[in-house]
């Protein structure tokens, strides 16, 4: 019998006031609270899908606020670099692209080892083994196209190299998005690819965005029909009437799945974690479906309008060779593709 049924057992058979009281106050102490708390989160997130997360998340945590600072995956770390040289991160919780940049972070044993229940649920391939980091969800780089003006849409990278796409390219710079720094790295380390890709792109003379918002809003428009770019985006231009598709490339998409970690330094532990808990629960990763995001975990469904994860052939990557050569892919791409 719980303690909360036997207590009011007592109180039922109890006949004197002084009992009928302390019961009273057990049952008060027992209905117990949620966390009150104030944490600030760091993330490369568009800023109009954290503030609806955020909103969601605040359903289940009514009294946890959570103070944004968002950011481009580049300036997050420039910043947190900032920070440390001063004392701590300014972040409680770290929501961005890049599997590696989080590699570095537990190599300076910045963060706390996570240790949810909810993890089990969440694909090994998506979480670090150690536990220090995990997905929050699938983020595949694809090739995007404007209906309008594309007929036969180019289905494998390397059709990017060819003449008919001279000065018809747009993709992100990797100085700046997280995700297009990994995506380089892939690209460089695959055997059909690696530097000569990048040459023979350049010969086309893209042209660079800052990050993967503009090169959507570019191909959306027309001003350049064919953009290398997050698929999430193009289904959200899609379902705003743009007249975009992707083609997931035969060679295989280059993918990140935006980990979640926290920082060691945090004073609001308990609020932090379950920020955590709730993004790879069941609940946080079919809002993340509703958000057009293929999820980190098998129950959560598939965003309207996109290929089941198992349809799509992912290009793989060990972790420890893109953080290795990640630098070196950004130069080359500086003086490639960078240099038109």
């Given at each position: 019998m719980s303690t909360r049924h036997t207590a009011t057992l007592i109180c039922t058979l109890s006949i004197t006031s002084l009992?009928?009281?302390?019961?009273?106050?057990?049952?008060?102490?027992?209905?117990?609270?949620?966390?009150?708390?104030?944490?600030?989160?760091?993330?490369?997130?568009?800023?109009?899908?954290?503030?609806e997360l955020i909103a969601d998340f605040n359903e289940v945590e009514p009294d946890v606020d959570v103070e944004v600072y968002r950011a481009g995956t580049g300036d997050l770390t420039a910043r947190i670099e900032s920070e440390m040289a001063g004392g701590d991160p300014g972040a409680d919780v770290f929501l961005a692209a890049d599997a590696p940049t989080f590699e570095g972070y537990k190599e300076q044993d910045l963060l706390l080892p996570l240790e949810s229940e909810e993890a089990e649920a969440v694909q090994e391939e998506f979480q670090d083994p150690e536990g220090y980091y995990y997905g929050t969800r699938v983020i595949p780089t694809v090739i995007a196209y404007n209906t309008n003006d594309v007929d036969t849409p180019p289905e494998s990278w390397d059709e990017l190299t060819e003449e008919e796409y001279d000065g018809q390219i747009t993709l992100p710079n990797p100085a700046v998005s997280g995700a297009a720094a990994f995506n380089a790295a892939v690209w460089y380390l695959n055997d059909d690819m690696g530097e000569s890709w990048f040459e023979d792109v350049a010969e086309n003379s893209p042209v660079i965005a800052d990050s993967n918002g503009p090169v959507g809003q570019d191909v959306a428009s027309g001003t350049y029909p064919v953009g290398i770019v997050v698929d999430f985006m193009m289904r959200d231009l899609r379902d705003q009437g743009s007249p975009v598709e992707v083609s997931y490339p035969v060679e295989g998409a280059p993918y990140i799945y935006q980990p979640v970690g926290i920082f060691e330094s945090t004073e609001e532990e308990e609020a932090s974690r379950a920020f955590v808990d709730y993004l790879i629960s069941q609940r946080g990763q079919e809002f993340a479906v509703e958000q057009n995001y293929m999820p980190v975990r098998d129950d959560a469904g598939t965003p309207e309008g996109a290929p089941d994860l198992d349809e799509v052939t992912l290009m793989e990557a060990d972790i420890d060779e893109v953080s290795e050569n990640q630098e070196e892919a950004i130069d080359l791409f500086d003086s490639t593709i960078g240099a038109n």
């Amino acid at each position: 019998m719980s303690t909360r049924h036997t207590a009011t057992l007592i109180c039922t058979l109890s006949i004197t006031s002084l009992v009928l009281a302390g019961c009273g106050g057990n049952d008060d102490s027992s209905e117990g609270e949620g966390i009150e708390a104030s944490i600030t989160l760091y993330t490369s997130e568009p800023q109009e899908k954290i503030d609806e997360l955020i909103a969601d998340f605040n359903e289940v945590e009514p009294d946890v606020d959570v103070e944004v600072y968002r950011a481009g995956t580049g300036d997050l770390t420039a910043r947190i670099e900032s920070e440390m040289a001063g004392g701590d991160p300014g972040a409680d919780v770290f929501l961005a692209a890049d599997a590696p940049t989080f590699e570095g972070y537990k190599e300076q044993d910045l963060l706390l080892p996570l240790e949810s229940e909810e993890a089990e649920a969440v694909q090994e391939e998506f979480q670090d083994p150690e536990g220090y980091y995990y997905g929050t969800r699938v983020i595949p780089t694809v090739i995007a196209y404007n209906t309008n003006d594309v007929d036969t849409p180019p289905e494998s990278w390397d059709e990017l190299t060819e003449e008919e796409y001279d000065g018809q390219i747009t993709l992100p710079n990797p100085a700046v998005s997280g995700a297009a720094a990994f995506n380089a790295a892939v690209w460089y380390l695959n055997d059909d690819m690696g530097e000569s890709w990048f040459e023979d792109v350049a010969e086309n003379s893209p042209v660079i965005a800052d990050s993967n918002g503009p090169v959507g809003q570019d191909v959306a428009s027309g001003t350049y029909p064919v953009g290398i770019v997050v698929d999430f985006m193009m289904r959200d231009l899609r379902d705003q009437g743009s007249p975009v598709e992707v083609s997931y490339p035969v060679e295989g998409a280059p993918y990140i799945y935006q980990p979640v970690g926290i920082f060691e330094s945090t004073e609001e532990e308990e609020a932090s974690r379950a920020f955590v808990d709730y993004l790879i629960s069941q609940r946080g990763q079919e809002f993340a479906v509703e958000q057009n995001y293929m999820p980190v975990r098998d129950d959560a469904g598939t965003p309207e309008g996109a290929p089941d994860l198992d349809e799509v052939t992912l290009m793989e990557a060990d972790i420890d060779e893109v953080s290795e050569n990640q630098e070196e892919a950004i130069d080359l791409f500086d003086s490639t593709i960078g240099a038109n």
